[in-house]
Nanobody, 124 residues
Framework: QVQLVESGGGLVQAGGSLRLSCAAS????????MAWFRQPPGKEREFVAA????????NYADSVKGRFTISRDNAKNTVYLQMNSLKPEDTAVYYC?????????????????WGQGTQVTVSS
């Protein structure tokens, strides 16, 4: 059984930075694409970023390109999301997820394991 545990959320002022972490249990972490999604208040969950199993490839939502960076440390079974230049519209619960296959796609249906989420609140 795979467990994903996010941490690093909190309250930050607009223009600030946060780094989220997602620790994975289980073997073969380094064989799977990992991703971050978020769910703003009152809205549906949306794709943020994905990273390939090796870390060589990544994919970002247009809304976060140039501000967010996804990375991973396979030795630590951890994926990260560095968030800079945060905006109030980045306020959401952030989830990490593991892809069923090997692509770095954005479809939620393709992700089979999810964490419980961590709250990020950006004040104006």
């Amino acid at each position: 059984q795979v467990q994903l545990v996010e941490s690093g959320g909190g309250l930050v002022q607009a223009g600030g930075s946060l780094r989220l972490s997602c620790a994975a249990s289980g073997r073969s972490f380094g064989s799977y694409t990992m991703a971050w999604f978020r769910q703003p208040p009152g809205k549906e969950r949306e794709f943020v970023a994905a990273i390939s199993s090796s870390g060589a490839g990544s994919n970002y939502a247009d809304s976060v390109k140039g501000r967010f960076t996804i990375s991973r440390d396979n030795a630590k079974n951890t994926v990260y999301l560095q968030m800079n230049s945060l905006k109030p519209e980045d306020t959401a619960v952030y989830y990490c997820a593991r892809h069923r296959y090997g692509s770095i796609g954005s479809r939620q249906y393709d992700y089979d394991y999810w964490g419980q989420g961590t709250q990020v609140t950006v004040s104006s």
